[in-house]
């Protein structure tokens, strides 16, 4: 099994579980998920929002859209350029659910104060990541090599 094995339903399974993502950021990455794969696109965080609101009537857009950098930042989900917005019609940043552990960019730190603090830094990311790969791996044995979005 190499690391194109671990998909983006087994890394948010892990983050949940491993109490990382807040329910809004669970609910954001399980509907850009579900329209990354039914479309094969990038999705726009107001398709997002329009995905959650036919289950979740009334919330507002506004509640939705931070949580995107969040996510981001939590090396989930990406950008991928701009993208004609189906529920807007403007173009759009396009984000899109981190599908395999190979695909993670170490994002730069903001203002690193010595090269020596940067590379700590990396080092300790790439620590945290090894550990993820481990556990998941471990997760992913124990449940038969396959999960779904829904947790099952």
């Known amino acids: ?3 194109g094995d671990i998909t983006s339903s087994i890394a948010y399974r892990y ?10 950021r669970r609910q954001v990455y399980v509907h850009l998920c ?15 929002w329009k995905s959650i609101a036919r289950t979740n009537p009334g ?16 090396l989930v989900v990406r950008e991928d350029g701009i993208v004609a917005c189906s529920v807007t019609g403007r173009e759009c940043v396009g984000w899109e659910a981190i599908m395999d552990v190979k695909a993670i960019d170490v994002p ?6 010595t ?3 940067r590379v700590a830094q990396l080092e300790e990311q790439l620590r945290e990541a090894s550990e993820t790969i481990v556990s998941l791996r471990k997760e992913l044995a124990r449940n038969g090599g396959g ?3 829904d947790g099952g």
């Open 15 to 24: 983050n949940v579980g491993a109490g990382i993502l807040s329910a809004r």
């Open 108 to 113: 730069r730190a903001r203002k690193p104060k």
């Open 115 to 117: 090269t020596h603090a």
């Open 59 to 74: 919330i507002p857009q506004h509640s939705i859209n931070p949580r995107f950098v969040e996510l981001k930042r939590q």
């Open 147 to 149: 999960f779904t979005l």
């Open 34 to 48: 579900s329209i990354n794969i039914e479309t094969g696109r990038a999705a726009t965080s107001a398709e997002v």
């Open 1 to 3: 099994m190499g690391l």
